[in-house]
């Protein structure tokens, strides 16, 4: 059965992430440290890490939201400084508004535009990108988080839930990514075909299953 239905992961498959997350945190600091310097005080990149894992743990059924992390950890620390909370509403739109200022890899345009006159494409990420906000939504007939999926990769329910909503076949798939067990493993756990986007030349883990096909770019999609 030939592929008609191309899944993209966005996180380092369409653009690097760290310097968006770390851009993004840093404008969320500046913005406290300037309008709520209590908030903040006693409080470093670390820590603030440490906030969102201590949550995930206190609430396993949200850990796959990164939205509900982030925005739980800043009402927690509003409220400990007793401010209102409402706040954390403003401060997560700094942070988000940076999270969504991406850089595409330099093909990944072309490539989008020449596979969406092929195949229906649709993205599917943990992460919480908005593909309107990124300036790609117009690509994408679908984008599938772990949010509205319930369930993070490698987990089977999200990319069953890609299959449910754009009605086809686990075969007639290909999910590209760049993560050997989250994208690679995953897809083919759930019947897709799965391609590897090693953007840098990375070895395969070698406690996992080969993928079937390996690229460096997405140019190298037909």
Not at 54 to 60: C, K, M, N, S, W
């Amino acid at each position: 059965m030939l592929p008609t239905v191309l899944s993209f992961d966005l996180d380092d498959t369409l653009w690097a992430v760290e310097p968006v997350i770390t851009a993004a945190e840093s404008a969320m600091q500046s913005w406290l440290t300037e309008r709520h310097p209590q908030i903040m005080r006693g409080h470093t990149p670390e820590s603030l890490r440490a906030l969102r894992m201590a949550i995930a743990e206190r609430f396993p059924e949200r850990s796959h939201d990164m939205t509900f992390l982030r925005h739980r950890a800043l009402t927690e620390m509003f409220a400990a400084a007793g401010h209102p909370v409402a706040h954390a509403d403003e401060a997560f739109e700094v942070f988000y508004a940076e999270r969504n200022r991406v850089k595409l890899y330099d093909e990944v345009e072309a490539s989008l535009e020449r596979l969406s006159r092929r195949y229906r494409l649709f993205a599917l990420s943990n992460g919480n990108a908005d593909l309107n906000r990124c300036g790609i939504a117009h690509w994408f007939e679908g984008h599938i988080t772990a949010i509205s999926a319930g369930a993070a990769k490698p987990d089977v329910r999200i990319f069953n839930r890609l299959l449910d909503e754009a009605r086809v076949e686990a075969a007639q798939v290909v999910h590209i990514g760049d993560d050997p067990h989250l994208d690679v493993v995953g897809a083919a756990q759930a019947g897709l075909q799965a391609v590897w986007l090693n953007r840098n030349g990375k070895s395969w883990p070698g406690h996992l299953p080969p993928p079937l096909r390996t690229i460096s770019t997405l140019e190298e999609i037909m």
